[in-house]
């Protein structure tokens, strides 16, 4: 029940990062958008989008200076925002094979989700680049919750392990 608290809180403060700039949330700005939106399906013309892979990523690596912390701050941003989303989904999804690849799905559509209402509402850039950033962060958050865990789990595993054992038997005798 816990991680599904603290989901729900980083996705309202994501929405509130990403849609709204930090401002407000104005769902009913969002709805007054799309409803616009379906009602003048031209609009999406007057949209701008990056549909080319990696085109804002070497935009921004090659303006990195000290004076324009801005670039830096939207590369990394894009990867540091969603690392949470990583560490909350693999918390949450029980430990097998699939935890990862369900991390780099979820950590995607999300992404994607975002990346679509800004194309439809007008609200942003639909840009192809934070798609694959975000999709990056979600899985160093996935990194950041599981190796560390299965680290522990060999290191301590075969000492728990007979721990457990002897004090079942010591139990039962």
């Known amino acids: 029940m816990g991680w599904v608290v603290i989901l729900l809180i980083y996705l309202y403060l994501l929405t509130k990062l990403i849609l709204f700039k930090g401002g407000a949330v104005d769902v009913g700005l969002v709805w007054d958008r799309l409803t616009a939106f379906l009602h003048q399906p031209d609009l999406i013309h007057t949209r701008t989008v990056n549909l080319t892979p990696f085109q804002e990523i070497k935009r921004d690596w090659h303006s990195l200076s000290l004076h324009r912390p801005r670039t830096a701050i939207h590369l990394a941003g894009n990867i540091v925002a969603f690392i949470p989303f990583g560490i909350l989904i693999a918390g949450m999804v029980r430990a097998s094979i699939f935890t990862g690849i369900n991390v780099l799905f979820l950590s995607f559509l999300l992404s994607l989700g975002y990346e679509a209402t800004q194309l439809l509402t007008g609200i942003g850039i639909f840009d192809v ?17 599981s190796v560390p865990l299965v680290l522990y789990r060999m290191l301590t595993g075969g000492k728990a392990r007979v721990a457990a054992k002897r004090y079942v038997k010591e139990r039962h005798v």
């Open 129 to 145: 680049d934070d798609l694959m950033l975000n999709t990056l962060g979600g899985m160093i958050g996935y990194l950041v919750y």
